[in-house]
């Protein structure tokens, strides 16, 4: 990469700056990889400042239209607002988020707000895998709120949820149809349930539907300790009641800024990360690694052809890494 943006460049809150550390964080060269970490250390000390927010729900709930009416909201008020991406990239969630800024047109025009769209890395492992990096690279350059969309198919929500201080989860007004859709872990995920698209003719339905979601929790969750999830109804197209949100959101930060649970849950999420990058440089070492890159696959070829068990190709695959 030609013209590495350093991180006094990332401070001064250049958004190209800020693309470019991005795309260098996510590159998967070894070389890149090194002066990523590089950055990563240098910026360190500027983080951890923003409300990080995750926001989650299935296709066509209104994700983009709430965060092209929740980011100007929240730019009103003077705020800086980036929006990430994290993309399951599974061909069985389909629709993409974010695959194009279309859906945020005034929001991706407005100077006070960054949108990343999600990195096309293809299928698995494509979850999430640098968007902590970027998210730090995002509180560097200056952005207040971080707005981190997932579509709502399991394994990029419990991604989402292990990266973000709040989870919000939008939902349709169809209460009888969706509260079958509210198992229990996503109860336990979620920090507040926001009942889009309450205008219309649907208002009464998401009235209902607050209600019901409401009771769910009250249910659930009712005898745990700790911040209560809260249901609300809003209108992303209308943009009413998006204050209302806010004030959500920040009460929760309220709390969670007192009692040492702000430091309590990243102490939480450093470990799970710790954990996610030994994983990531050891697959990213097996395929990379001139010694091993020819070995792997012939290993997934025989086992595939049932020549091999699983068993016994890891343990080859381990001897290789670690010969001693
Ligand atoms: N009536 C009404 N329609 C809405 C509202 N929010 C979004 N919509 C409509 O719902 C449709 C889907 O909205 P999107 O914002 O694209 O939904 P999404 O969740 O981003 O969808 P995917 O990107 O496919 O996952 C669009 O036609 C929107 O105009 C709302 O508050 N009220
Ligand atoms: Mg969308």
């Given at each position: ?214 009771s769910?929790f009250n249910l659930l969750r009712g005898g745990e300790?700790?911040?209560k ?96």
């Amino acid at each position: 990469m030609g013209n590495l943006p350093s991180a006094a460049d990332l401070r001064s809150g250049d958004r190209r700056a800020l693309a470019k550390c991005i795309t260098l964080v996510e590159s998967k060269r070894p070389a890149d990889r090194n002066l990523a970490n590089q950055l990563i250390e240098d910026i360190l000390p500027d983080t951890g400042r923003s409300y990080r927010v995750g926001i989650s729900g299935v296709p066509g709930v209104g994700k983009s239209t709430f965060i092209e009416s929740f980011g100007l909201h929240l730019i009103a008020q003077g705020k800086k607002v980036a929006v990430l991406a994290v993309d399951p990239s599974s061909p069985v969630a389909g629709g993409s988020i974010l695959g194009d800024k279309t859906r945020m047109p005034e929001l991706s025009r407005t100077l006070d707000a960054f949108i990343r769209p999600s990195p096309s890395s293809g299928i698995m492992g494509g979850i999430a895998q640098r968007t902590r990096e970027t998210i730090l690279l995002c509180e560097a350059a200056g952005y207040d709120v971080l707005l981190i969309e997932t579509v709502g198919v399991g394994q990029s929500e419990v991604a989402v949820h292990g990266m973000v201080d709040f989870f919000l989860m939008l939902m349709v007004p169809n209460a009888g149809d969706e509260l079958q859709g509210i198992k229990r872990g996503i109860t336990e995920l979620v920090d507040t349930i926001v009942i889009n698209k309450a205008d219309g003719e649907s208002l009464g339905q998401a009235r209902q539907a607050k209600a019901y979601y409401q009771s769910a929790f009250n249910l659930l969750r009712g005898g745990e300790e700790g911040w209560k999830p809260r249901v609300m109804t809003c209108s992303a197209l209308e943009r009413t009641n998006l204050e209302d949100v806010w004030q959500m959101i920040e009460e929760y930060f309220d709390w969670l800024g007192q009692e040492g649970r702000l430091a309590d849950k990243r102490r939480q999420q450093n470990l799970l990360w710790l954990h996610k990058l030994v994983n990531l440089e050891i697959d990213q070492y097996l395929k990379t690694s001139e010694r091993l890159k020819g070995a792997y696959p012939e290993l997934e070829t025989r086992v595939n052809a049932g020549l091999m068990t699983p068993f016994r190709a890891a343990r080859e695959i381990i001897e290789m890494i670690f010969p001693d």
